[in-house]
């Protein structure tokens, strides 16, 4: 089985930077596409951004051209560069995969989620 761990939260100013990390471990058949999902206070999971093995990105509307999302294949590992953060990105932020498991059906595996502070 699949596990996520996300690191790289914090409190930051508006306009500050941050970069999240999550490294995946286990076994399976293969890890497909990556990507970040955010919660704020009092609103439902939305997408922040996905990525695929061969590198190809997609990003919320919200975050186009202040985030980067990549990922390194050789350590199981994503990242998100955020940049010239605002108020409202504050949220918790979960990683998600697409798995293929040595056995069974494919399936999605999530992290713990770490929270994002943007506040003066």
């Known amino acids: 089985q699949v596990q996520l761990v996300e690191s790289g939260g914090g409190l930051v100013q508006p306009g500050g930077s941050l970069r999240l990390s999550c490294r995946a471990s286990?076994?399976?058949?293969?890890?497909?596409?990556m990507g970040w999902y955010r919660q704020a206070p009092g609103n439902q999971r939305e997408l922040v951004a996905t990525i695929t093995t061969a590198g190809n990105t997609k990003y919320a509307d919200s975050v186009k051209g202040r985030f980067t999302i990549s990922r390194d294949n050789a350590k199981n590992t994503v990242y998100l560069q955020m940049n010239s953060l605002k108020p409202e990105d504050t949220a918790v932020y979960y990683c998600?995969?697409?798995?293929?498991?040595?056995?069974?059906?494919?399936?999605?595996?999530w992290g713990q989620g770490t929270l994002v502070s943007v506040s003066s």
């Open positions: 286990g076994i399976a058949r293969s890890i497909n596409t």
């Open positions: 998600n995969a697409a798995v293929n498991p040595i056995g069974g059906n494919p399936l999605e595996a």
